[in-house]
Every structure is written in structure tokens, then in C-alpha cells.
């Protein structure tokens, strides 16, 4: 417990001296956002629907990430809409992935010590399956939709004459060198957690094809792809959202200055 808060006081301090008033509120943000996720699993936990709760969740982690770390502006607004259009589309797509492909459950390594216990309490573990492959990219498509929009929004402060169909561009533009790397940091994340499994499986004497087939790979390898396929629809998302938000805005100080010259010419 120690170590904990040691190193907890080290990323404050860290985060406090390099990124200023946004780095507390980032700190801040990870504890709330822990937070309601330790609640969540606990909702989870006493029967309450897993969907619902992940929903819920996931709004609200989005919301404390956007808005209250970079504000209320354009550039959020249109990263918060973008994250929920596409966890939208990424629920239920999960949710039939997990449906055909049986993920849902635990495997033969986990099954005995904790069988009488699943079978009392009677978990959906189909919701479950989606709740937790959810969770784990809703980090990932929050961080690529507000590097997409920020970047977007720079583009536009600089280029206020671009054109819709430009700026969109320019958005893939710039989200072709986030999506290699954030791809690659979703594939270690997930293979750093199940690397110790791996081992175990290896002690074991599974064979390759084993592993391969056994259930608990096969929910990493479909974490992993589902993930990368969030990461990547959000980025057009993020980009055509961003565009019309920031352009529409463009547009309507146009006509509301157009409209005020015109009514000083007359009264002239």
C-alpha cells in the first residue's frame, strides 16, 4: 500500500509540474474516473444490468475526460458526440460478435474455483463480455477523438477560409499518424495483461493450437480487434463531426455579420 501511494505522489507531482493546471485536473480526472468504474463492477456485481451500467459509465467517464480536464469549447463537444456515436455502433456490433462467437463465460482455468459462485449469483456473462471489452476502449477512442478534433480546431484558428471538405481531409490527414500508434498501445496493453496467462498455459503443456482455440485467448485476440476497429471508425467519425461543428459556426458569424452590414447600409 505504500508503494502505491509513493508512486501515486511521484505521477502527481510529475503531472502537476509538467502539464500545469491541466495535469492536476488529469490526476483528478484518473481518480474519479477509477472511481466510477470500481462502482460500476460493483453495480455489476449485485445483479444490476451489466449494458445499462457500462452505458452509463462510459458517458460519464467521457464526460469527466473531455470537459472537465480541456473545458467546454467546439473541440470537445464535437470529441464527445464522435466518442458517443461510436460506442453506439461499437455496442452492438460487440454484442453480436459475443453471441456468435460464445466469449462470454469463463474458461476451463477459471471455471472450477469460481463455478458455485457464478451459478448462485446467475451473471449474464454475455453482457459481461461486452461490459468488458467496452471498457477497455473507451480510453482509447476519448484519446482519438479529442487529438483529431484539438487538431482540427488548430487547423481552422489558423485557416479560418478552409472549406468543409478540406478540414474534413485534413483530419484524416492527421489521424493516420494517431492510428498506428494508438493501435500498437491497445495490442501491448492487452498482451501485457495476458502475458503471465501465456506462461501458465505454457507450464501446463498446452499446445499451440490449444492456446489458440482455448476461450480466454480467444476474448483477448477479439478485445484487441474490436478495439482497433473502435479506434479506427471513430476517425472519420471525429473528423466529419469536427468539420461540420467548427464550419457551421464559421458559417452562421458570416451571415450574422453579412446581416448587421447590411442593416447599417440601409439605415445609412
Known sequence: MNVIIILAAILFILMKLIGKEKGSRSFLSLIINFSILFISILLI??????????????????????????GISRKTVAAFLSVLLTLAGMFLLIYIMG??????GFSEEEFEEISLYTLTIGIDFNKIAVSTIIMGLIGAINDTAISISSSMNEIFLHNPTITRRNLFLS???????????????????????????ILWMKDLDYSFGTIMNSKVFCAEIISILCSGLGVTIIIPVTAGITA????????????????????NHKKN
Not at 172 to 197: E, P, Q
Open 99 to 104: 453471441s456468435i462467437t460464445r466469449i462470454q
Open 244 to 263: 461540420h461543428i467548427l464550419l457551421s459556426e464559421k458559417a452562421s458569424k458570416s451571415l450574422s455579420k453579412y446581416v448587421h452590414l447590411l442593416f
Open 45 to 70: 456485481a449485485h445483479n444490476l444490468n451489466a449494458i445499462l451500467v457500462t452505458i452509463l459509465a462510459c458517458i460519464l467517464v467521457s464526460s469527466f475526460t473531455l470537459f472537465y480536464i480541456n
Open 171 to 197: 483530419g484524416l490527414n492527421i489521424s493516420r499518424d494517431i492510428l498506428g500508434t494508438t493501435t500498437n498501445t491497445l495490442y501491448f496493453a492487452f498482451v501485457g495483461g495476458f502475458m503471465a496467462l
